[in-house]
């Protein structure tokens, strides 16, 4: 049986980049898997090559759990990176190529688990789902989402789920800081558009939409949006105040976010919503003043915040500058505290005596969003044991992206800990 460091070089050898040739060859490689070890998967596409694959292994217990994952990953370019990116090359104890960290290390743990059960005959505690998912890494429009609206018996029974950016560790001092996930900041991915009026660039504008809308970004870009303390965040902040001994100043968390370093990372981004703009079109020559401009802006917004971050937005961007939803996602959040927390803190520290589990809030969102719409509560809990000096936010859609071989199997033995 294949152990977890070679399952994420397999993986990472297919070639899954979002936009591209789809996932369908590492789905086949995981439903191949899955049924070698005398599971049923189910394997079905949104789209040609735009492929799921969602098996269910029965519990002691009907009340069930969703681990997913997604199989598709961000573009790399080789020319920026130490060794081919889809080479899966395991140096330095790590594996190295796109998706390491995010996420088919977090796929191959689920599946060695899931595997290692099976040899030994184990049936977990309650029923498990696990699901390998397309799209991701855009609207989930091919995976998640489709998963949800026309395959939802697959998810019957599911009442909590489980999937990436959380559970890793942190190091501080005599402590390691284990970040667990109960909720995520929305999504709001919007195109703008100014009309003007037409003319030869060589004479004064009427009606410039270039300038227009390139006024209403400059005042997007440079808007002080205000610190709004969710208590998921707020209970972090005090988590972090007890393990370090050094209380935290509410009045003043930038500066906290930066006296604290690694740990600051962890609310420096989910203090407040944010918007930047990320996409320019407009004219098709110099010499012409064109009719239109458009931009694309990432919004993000705390859980319960939605309402105020648009209207602030429209504020922002003035009655000349339309706006339209690329992709509007509400901002999960799971229980905390909670049973199921205290569940997964519990598989930590029986691998791990000096963790120190801390509730979280991503900046960014997950496929939990889809699943959040059918009533499961997503926690971000993909367990990695990291080395101090590896800057695992950094590894997201970042270069030399990699993975420890040790992070791989401490989280294989968390997750046997958790469904066992």
């Known amino acids: 049986m294949k152990n977890v460091a070679e399952i994420c070089s397999d ?27 005398g599971l049923d998967p189910v394997v079905f596409e949104s789209a040609p ?46 594996v190295y190529g796109r998706g390491a960290v995010d996420m088919k290390g977090s796929c191959a743990m689920t599946l060695a688990t899931v595997l290692d059960l099976a040899a030994r005959g184990v049936r977990p505690r309650r029923d498990l789902v696990v699901a390998f998912l397309a799209d991701e890494e855009a609207t989930g429009d091919y995976g998640s989402r489709h998963a949800v ?7 019957d029974g599911v009442t909590e789920a489980i999937s990436e950016s959380g559970g890793f560790s942190v190091a501080s001092g005599g402590h390691r800081v284990y970040p667990i996930a ?31 809308l390139a006024h209403a970004l400059s005042r997007v870009a440079a808007h002080q949006w205000p610190v709004r303390l969710t208590p998921s965040v707020a209970a972090l902040i005090q988590s972090l105040s007890e393990i370090t001994g050094q209380p935290v100043d509410l009045d003043r968390l930038d500066e906290e976010a930066a006296r604290l370093g690694p740990l600051g990372s962890l609310f420096k981004g989910q203090i407040r919503n944010s918007a930047n703009p990320t996409m320019l079109h407009a004219g098709y020559k110099v010499n012409v003043v064109p009719s239109t401009a458009e931009a694309h802006v990432d919004g993000r917004y ?69 699943f959040a719409r059918i009533g499961i509560k997503g926690y971000g809990f993909a367990p990695l044991m990291l080395r101090p000096d590896l800057d695992y936010f950094g590894m997201f859609h970042g270069k030399d992206e990699r993975v420890p ?9 968390v997750l046997t800990r958790l469904l066992t």
């Not at 997913?68 to 020319?79: E, F, K, M, S």
Request: charged residues 25%.
């Open 182 to 212: 109960v909720g995520e900041r929305g999504t709001a991915w919007m195109k703008l558009t100014a009309h003007g009026v037409a003319g030869h660039g060589s004479r004064p504008a009427v009606d410039n939409p270039v300038a227009t």
């Open 49 to 94: 090559k735009r492929t799921t694959v969602v098996a269910r292994i029965d519990g002691d217990s009907p009340d069930a759990l969703l681990i997913h994952g997604h199989l598709d990953v961000v573009p790399a370019d080789p020319a920026e990176w130490r060794m081919h990116p889809f080479s899966g090359e395991i140096d330095d104890d790590c």
């Open 149 to 155: 609206t026309e395959h939802r018996e697959l998810f």
């Open 405 to 413: 071989v040790e992070g791989l199997e401490f989280g294989t033995r």
């Open 302 to 370: 705390l859980p319960g915040l939605q309402e105020e971050f648009l209207d602030t937005i429209d504020e922002l961007l003035g009655p000349k500058i339309t706006r339209e939803f690329v992709n509007l996602e509400e901002a999960p959040s799971a229980p905390y505290p909670s049973a199921f927390f205290d569940e997964l803190a519990g598989s930590l520290l029986a691998e791990d005596p000096l963790a120190r589990p801390v509730p979280y809030v991503m900046s960014g969102g997950t496929d939990a969003k889809s």
């Open 11 to 37: 993986l990472i050898r297919f070639d899954t980049t979002n936009p591209g040739s789809g996932e369908r060859p590492a789905a086949e490689y995981v439903a191949t898997l899955l049924a070698d070890a």
